[in-house]
């Protein structure tokens, strides 16, 4: 019993935390709990339930499978059911006519044969990747409301009648997840997204802030804590694929706040793989805070001034950047940032070139600081590319 | 119209691409079509309609969505659907009778308010990563039906013989997914997860064997295509999300081929997880392969051998670890490759030490090269790790 109630606290602390790390998820399933609760009045109130019957089934259903987190999400799923819905019906219904002319035995059979080759033939269409993306759940419900309506033409004569009531129950109810979703605390991808870039900029930044002292100092007290919370830009690696759905979910939404319809959400994407790139260098770059091949301290103690510099100087650009996107603004002193990390890079060059160690330095010592320095370079480079594609 | 003839040419040769990609894209539309063919037998056959009724339409609801391109991913959503359907019918009769006790005006409101605070429950519950991986379709459906069978028991009387029909209308076409997934050419997740996880090594492999003659020797003719093909491991850098959904799939799968049911599909992902870090290894190393700073060809030419060794041999044991996985036999030689290519390390290492450079050199001509020389370094590391993680 002890143990069960210690599961029992951990589990709530559970989903406490849930709750905490984004409040939105609370709000999210009282509104899902709401549009349900809003759509079953087609039930209990007489009026309407003599006007649509069974059929208020469909706006129950459509508000469980359509409801999602964010409004793009909602949106996408409403208007792929509802169009699917639409042309699926009238299709159906014109293949149960054409099946109805063939005679009680050819009947069935006609009927099989379209539905078969309708159901084959929307699964293949389905693999395209840019269907995939968008209107994958459409192409689900079409051949959804295909194979019923004419399908269950063949039972009832009243074919027509009941696709309208059900094309109009799943439109009430893709409506209510819309609207409820739109005006109680909207979630909006497009903004999910403008911040989610951001914060993978800053995460980079303050990997670079850091980098210089972790690497070129030895270790003192707080620096487990500093080189965990530098950690953290190893999300970006892959956060691709949240960003592709994003940028899709908000293509489908209005206007809003800061962001018009039609907002080059393609250019974020953009954005988002030159970040990758970056996190990938210092992806490689983090290798060498952990290795342990010894380098000589003096060599490290002559570029060290500079590497640092470049590394704190390029982090603070990338930092300027995200605050930038986070706010529209133009970046105040992301430029000279940048100017000042790639005139550390020129000095950086001519501090090698011009041959600051001896001759009996040991050549296998100078390998992971020269590589340091390297990665560092292609890294102001890739700073210099964000920061370029973010005008 | 010689304009649309172009377009209709162009995309036909796009699905007939989409075919030859993988056949079994075709082969599982054709199966979608079979099993809605087969269910929709229920609406045609007399003895069997006196039997189900409308409630056939949930066959073939459940053929719909439950059938996907993979044993598992079918197993998986009819398994949740299956389940989910039984409780939450159980608990919505439950609901219904509950709620009929408290009189008539009271009754609606109470129904109202349970499918309220179910909906929000489970909508929240559905935010726990670890269930929406493997049990998200469960708790739609879950939600789904007891507002269904709770909200409709409001009107109907017959409620237990309604949820009883829909029930094993929804198992019987659950189970004809399942058969016709599993008897014509099935698609193992677990499969695919095993390739994948292959060919990504090989992909990785095919660079490195590659990359010794494209950085130290100059341009000659046929060195795009050798360019081109190489960058492959691209692919490889994202992967993370495909790996874990077919890994998520695999589990629910039963004993096929070489694998048996519990198979430790943990152990790829984390094969999968080294060799996405020794991708993006790769991928610093790759902007060597394009940078312009001029590298004094003296230098490369006195660590070619032994770099061209390095990543050579560690590209061999990439290809032969794939081959051992793809065959799953004991790798023959990687382990002689890794030798290698570790022997090579030291060579490199002691070649360094030796100070083979004269007083002059260029210290900034040598950075990318010594570049070059570290990361090839972690990449033999890295390859170790891989060769001790397959075993």
Same mark, same amino acid.
């Given at each position: 019993p002890e143990k069960l109630k210690a599961k029992v606290v951990e589990f709530a602390?559970?989903?406490?935390?849930?709750?905490?790390?984004?409040?939105r998820r609370v709000i999210h399933s009282l509104k899902v709990g709401l549009a349900l609760t809003l759509v079953s009045i087609f039930y209990y109130y007489q009026p309407l339930y003599d006007n649509f019957g069974v059929s208020a089934m469909w706006a129950v259903m459509t508000v469980v499978v359509v409801f999602e987190f964010s409004v793009g999400a909602t949106l996408s799923k409403g208007v792929n059911r509802g169009l699917a819905t639409l042309v699926a019906g009238a299709l159906g219904v014109g293949a149960h006519h054409l099946a109805s002319l063939s005679g009680e035995i050819g009947e069935p059979i006609l009927l099989g044969f379209f539905v078969f080759l309708q159901a084959a033939a929307s699964t293949f269409i389905r693999f395209f990747p840019k269907v995939k993306a968008r209107y994958d759940y459409g192409l689900l419900i079409f051949i959804l409301t295909f194979a019923l309506v004419s399908v269950s033409g063949f039972r009832d004569d009243k074919i027509l009648e009941v696709a309208q009531k059900r094309l109009s129950t799943i439109i009430i109810g893709g409506s209510a997840c819309v609207i409820i979703s739109i005006l109680v605390c909207p979630v909006w991808a497009g903004q999910d997204l403008h911040n989610l870039i951001a914060v993978n900029l800053q995460k980079l930044g303050h990997f670079l802030e850091g980098f210089g002292n972790?690497?070129?100092? =030895? %270790?003192?007290?707080?620096?487990?804590? &500093?080189k965990s919370s530098m950690q953290e830009y190893k999300t970006v690696l892959n956060s691709k694929? =949240? %960003?592709?759905?994003?940028?899709?979910? &908000?293509?489908?939404?209005?206007?809003?706040?800061?962001?018009?319809f039609r907002h080059p959400w393609n250019h974020y994407l953009k954005?988002?793989?030159?970040?990758?790139?970056?996190?990938?260098?210092i992806d490689a770059l983090n290798g060498y805070l952990n290795t342990q091949i010894q380098t000589s301290p003096e060599i490290r103690n002559k570029i060290q001034e500079v590497c640092t510099e470049m590394s704190m100087e390029s982090g603070k650009a990338l930092k300027e950047l995200a605050m930038a996107i986070k706010t529209t603004t133009q970046p105040s002193s992301a430029d000279s940032h940048l100017e000042n990390s790639k005139s550390a890079t020129k000095n950086l060059k001519s501090l090698l070139k011009s041959g600051i160690w001896d001759d009996s330095t040991d050549l296998l010592a100078v390998v992971p600081v020269a590589t340091v320095a390297s990665l560092l370079i292609?890294?102001?480079?890739?700073?210099?590319?964000?920061?370029?594609?973010?005008?």
């Amino acid at each position: 019993p002890e143990k069960l109630k210690a599961k029992v606290v951990e589990f709530a602390w559970k989903i406490i935390k849930l709750g905490q790390d984004d409040p939105r998820r609370v709000i999210h399933s009282l509104k899902v709990g709401l549009a349900l609760t809003l759509v079953s009045i087609f039930y209990y109130y007489q009026p309407l339930y003599d006007n649509f019957g069974v059929s208020a089934m469909w706006a129950v259903m459509t508000v469980v499978v359509v409801f999602e987190f964010s409004v793009g999400a909602t949106l996408s799923k409403g208007v792929n059911r509802g169009l699917a819905t639409l042309v699926a019906g009238a299709l159906g219904v014109g293949a149960h006519h054409l099946a109805s002319l063939s005679g009680e035995i050819g009947e069935p059979i006609l009927l099989g044969f379209f539905v078969f080759l309708q159901a084959a033939a929307s699964t293949f269409i389905r693999f395209f990747p840019k269907v995939k993306a968008r209107y994958d759940y459409g192409l689900l419900i079409f051949i959804l409301t295909f194979a019923l309506v004419s399908v269950s033409g063949f039972r009832d004569d009243k074919i027509l009648e009941v696709a309208q009531k059900r094309l109009s129950t799943i439109i009430i109810g893709g409506s209510a997840c819309v609207i409820i979703s739109i005006l109680v605390c909207p979630v909006w991808a497009g903004q999910d997204l403008h911040n989610l870039i951001a914060v993978n900029l800053q995460k980079l930044g303050h990997f670079l802030e850091g980098f210089g002292n972790e690497y070129f100092t =030895s %270790e003192d007290g707080d620096s487990k804590d &500093a080189k965990s919370s530098m950690q953290e830009y190893k999300t970006v690696l892959n956060s691709k694929n =949240s %960003e592709e759905s994003l940028a899709n979910f &908000a293509k489908w939404e209005p206007g809003h706040g800061r962001f018009q319809f039609r907002h080059p959400w393609n250019h974020y994407l953009k954005v988002g793989n030159l970040t990758r790139q970056c996190a990938y260098q210092i992806d490689a770059l983090n290798g060498y805070l952990n290795t342990q091949i010894q380098t000589s301290p003096e060599i490290r103690n002559k570029i060290q001034e500079v590497c640092t510099e470049m590394s704190m100087e390029s982090g603070k650009a990338l930092k300027e950047l995200a605050m930038a996107i986070k706010t529209t603004t133009q970046p105040s002193s992301a430029d000279s940032h940048l100017e000042n990390s790639k005139s550390a890079t020129k000095n950086l060059k001519s501090l090698l070139k011009s041959g600051i160690w001896d001759d009996s330095t040991d050549l296998l010592a100078v390998v992971p600081v020269a590589t340091v320095a390297s990665l560092l370079i292609e890294i102001v480079n890739c700073t210099e590319k964000i920061s370029e594609s973010v005008y």
